[in-house]
């Protein structure tokens, strides 16, 4: 069974242009979240997708950020225009939905997407 | 809001050494705990997890936490490392109750360094 994947695994832009990450869910997990790891810091949320609806956006930076999940299955983050502050590694998980064990069930991490602002 | 604290950036150990990576976490309702591993160019893989019952819980390969919760700590044990063990190591917490669908908060990260 494949894992988590994403892409790219490594993008570097300059300040003011777009990116777009993707991430592709292990197969039938219909939750799938985004986190991010600014250099030194902690992994922090993001947000929350159950199937192609928004759980939970609290994590969200900003405006500048969109995230999408057409269809229920892959899912991609858009940076729009992208500033200094948000490079960091971008990692997304999945876990399936068992009903009455949202919090318990084991999410599965993608290898993150490095995300270079210059 | 609940945080986590890895209390070391860095622990370096030698090989079969003993080793403990520490976590406390601040919480004021009922939280499920986790430790999770990230090797070199991989993604995070779930460790070992508490969410009820005994509060020594255990690892495939070796590596044991014990929920303190008098003291709000999950720390990570190995009695015995491999060169194979280094890897960063996050603690997190999610609150229980079902109204955090999940949503993990981190620590800093550990990162674990096993020299021969």
């Known amino acids: 069974e494949a894992g988590v994947t994403q892409f790219p695994s490594h993008s570097v832009i300059e300040k003011g242009q777009t990116v777009t990450l993707r991430c592709d869910p292990i197969s039938g997990h219909d939750n799938l979240y985004w986190y991010r790891r600014v250099m030194g810091k902690e992994i922090k949320f993001l947000l929350h997708f159950v199937k192609e609806s928004k759980q939970d956006e609290s994590g969200m930076p900003n405006n500048r950020f969109l995230a999408e999940r057409t269809g229920g299955t892959y899912s991609t983050l858009k940076v729009q225009p992208a500033e200094l502050e948000d490079s960091g590694v971008y990692f997304c998980?999945?876990?399936?939905?068992?009903?009455?064990?949202?919090?318990?069930?084991?999410?599965?991490f993608g290898p993150g997407t490095r995300l270079t602002v210059l | 809001a609940q945080s986590v604290t890895q209390l070391d950036s860095q622990v370096p150990v030698f090989e079969e050494a003993p080793v403990e990576l520490r976590c406390n976490y601040s919480s004021s309702v009922s939280v499920y705990l986790f430790w999770y591993v990230q090797y070199p160019n991989q993604g995070l893989q779930l460790l070992l997890k508490y969410l009820s019952g005994s509060t020594l819980v255990e690892s495939i390969n070796g590596f044991e936490a014990e929920f303190n919760k008098s003291q709000t700590s999950f720390h990570l044990r190995k009695p015995s490392v491999h060169i194979s063990d280094t890897a960063e190591y996050f603690c997190?917490?999610?609150?229980?109750?079902?109204?955090?669908?999940?949503?993990?908060?981190f620590g800093q990260g550990t990162i674990l360094t096993v020299h021969p």
């Open positions: 997190a917490v999610i609150i229980a109750g079902g109204t955090s669908y999940g949503k993990l908060t």
């Open positions: 998980a999945s876990s399936q939905i068992s009903p009455g064990f949202w919090d318990t069930d084991t999410q599965y």
